[in-house]
């Protein structure tokens, strides 16, 4: 059973920085990717960041330069350092897991990577809120 626990959301100002936790169980070995994806109100889900069970990152582009995505297999955690937030990072950010063979299988009919249906779990969330 794989579950997923985030923390670390707040309220900031813009310009301000973060530091997002996933603790994982039953994520028992490294063929796992690993993500953040997050949701403003009134918004579809929008992925945000990436960490394959190789270490290979990807990033949307509103956050590349800005977000970087860390994990610590020995520790079971997954992290997201968020720096130089703005308002529209404003958002329930979502942990998620999913087997590395399966996406990888099925990500050529895939729109993206970032495609919320590749990934098999998800935590409960955790919200960020950045004022101007």
């Known amino acids: 059973q794989v579950q997923l626990v985030e923390s670390g959301g707040d309220s900031v100002q813009a310009g301000g920085s973060l530091t997002l936790s996933c603790v994982t169980s039953g994520v028992t070995d490294r063929s796992y990717s690993m993500g953040w994806f997050r949701q403003a109100p009134g918004k579809d889900r929008e992925g945000v960041a990436s960490?394959?069970?190789?270490?290979?990152?990807i990033y949307a582009d509103s956050v590349s330069g800005r977000f970087a995505i860390s994990r610590d297999n020995a520790k079971n955690t997954l992290l997201l350092q968020m720096n130089a937030l703005r308002p529209e990072d404003t958002a329930m950010y979502y942990c998620?897991?999913?087997?590395?063979?399966?996406?990888?299988?099925?990500?050529?009919?895939?729109?993206?990577?970032?495609?919320?249906?590749?990934?098999?779990?998800w935590g409960q969330g955790t919200q960020v809120t950045v004022s101007s």
């Open positions: 960490i394959d069970s190789r270490g290979r990152l």
């Open positions: 998620v897991a999913g087997d590395s063979l399966q996406i990888g299988l099925l990500l050529p009919s895939a729109p993206s990577l970032f495609t919320p249906e590749l990934w098999d779990y």
